[in-house]
């Protein structure tokens, strides 16, 4: 099977800019959201570095797996995932970088989901709260966890969904790429079916939209990827469009 892809980002109601990046490249296998932070374009600096970086070093390796890699391979992990976690933790390493070279970019930093296909597989990595779902069979189900501090205390039980949805620090990350030096990126791996929409969104979407009516628009627009994404980034600024909006879709074909 073969999968096809879509994008479209947009700047949402309250920004002046997009400080959101994205890619898809189907010749790689390959689809990337970064939602960068840091304010006054160092947070579009950000996102674009990491999407920039992820996907060189994915080229370099596509095909050959033979050349020395700059991080340890863990055995623990499928290739594609070692792929995945080594650009990661290199679009790390470029930001931290480019914050040491120019102070007026301290600060800056990024978000990341991303996926790699090959064959009905697929390997999903993400650090922060941009986030990966599932749409299958008329049923939405979220892949990621957010690293928030507000979804730490809902697993907690110490807040409910709705409350995290108003918290005052429902924006605040507890990981992000430039953040530090040492990350923990979290993967998951699932085989595809033909019809499967996978879907990598910045938090200006799921922010915006609730889940239960995310599966709504799914369900009406499924069928055209293109029309489902416009259809979101509707749905998230006549709710307020807080933040840039991004949103890749993936589609399984038979």
Same mark, same amino acid.
């Given at each position: 099977?073969?999968?096809?892809?879509?994008? /479209?980002?947009?700047?949402?109601?309250?920004?002046?800019? $997009?400080?959101?990046?994205?890619?898809?490249?189907?010749?790689?296998?390959? &689809?990337?959201? #970064?939602?960068?932070?840091? !304010?006054?374009?160092?947070?579009?600096?950000?996102?674009?570095?990491?999407?920039?970086?992820?996907?060189?070093?994915?080229?370099?390796?596509?095909?050959?797996?033979?050349?020395?890699?700059?991080?340890?391979?863990?055995?623990?992990?499928?290739?594609?995932?070692?792929?995945?976690?080594?650009?990661? /933790?290199? &679009?790390?390493?470029?930001?931290?970088?480019?914050?040491?070279?120019?102070? /007026?970019?301290?600060?800056?930093?990024?978000?990341? @989901?991303?996926?790699?296909?090959? !064959?009905?597989?697929?390997?999903?990595? *993400?650090?922060?709260?941009?986030?990966?779902?599932?749409?299958?069979?008329?049923?939405?189900?979220?892949?990621? $966890?957010? *690293?928030?501090?507000?979804?730490?205390?809902?697993?907690?039980?110490?807040?409910?969904?709705?409350?995290?949805?108003?918290?005052?620090?429902?924006?605040?990350?507890?990981?992000?790429?430039?953040? #530090?030096?040492?990350?923990? @990126?979290?993967?998951?791996?699932?085989?595809?079916?033909?019809?499967?929409?996978?879907?990598?969104?910045?938090?200006?979407?799921?922010?915006?939209?609730?889940?239960? @009516?995310?599966?709504?628009?799914?369900?009406?627009? *499924?069928?055209?990827?293109?029309?489902?994404?416009?259809?979101?980034?509707?749905? #998230?600024?006549?709710?307020?469009?807080?933040?840039?909006?991004?949103?890749?879709?993936?589609?399984?074909?038979?």
């Amino acid at each position: 099977m073969t999968c096809t892809f879509f994008g /479209k980002t947009d700047v949402g109601m309250k920004r002046n800019h $997009n400080e959101d990046a994205f890619l898809t490249d189907p010749e790689l296998g390959f &689809a990337v959201v #970064a939602d960068g932070m840091g !304010g006054h374009a160092a947070g579009e600096v950000a996102s674009e570095l990491a999407v920039d970086r992820i996907s060189s070093f994915l080229g370099q390796v596509h095909g050959n797996e033979d050349i020395t890699w700059p991080y340890k391979y863990d055995i623990a992990f499928s290739l594609n995932a070692n792929k995945l976690m080594v650009g990661i /933790k290199l &679009a790390n390493d470029a930001i931290l970088s480019r914050v040491a070279g120019d102070s /007026k970019l301290n600060g800056m930093g990024t978000t990341i @989901v991303a996926a790699l296909f090959e !064959g009905d597989n697929a390997t999903i990595a *993400h650090v922060g709260d941009s986030r990966a779902y599932l749409y299958r069979k008329n049923r939405l189900s979220l892949l990621t $966890n957010d *690293h928030s501090w507000v979804s730490e205390q809902v697993r907690r039980g110490l807040i409910t969904e709705e409350q995290a949805r108003v918290h005052p620090m429902k924006n605040v990350v507890t990981q992000a790429l430039g953040g #530090a030096e040492r990350l923990s @990126v979290e993967i998951d791996e699932l085989p595809l079916e033909p019809g499967d929409l996978l879907l990598l969104c910045s938090d200006g979407l799921n922010s915006m939209v609730p889940g239960d @009516v995310m599966e709504e628009v799914f369900t009406e627009y *499924h069928q055209n990827p293109e029309e489902l994404i416009d259809r979101f980034i509707h749905e #998230a600024n006549e709710r307020g469009g807080d933040d840039n909006i991004t949103i890749v879709v993936v589609r399984e074909e038979p």
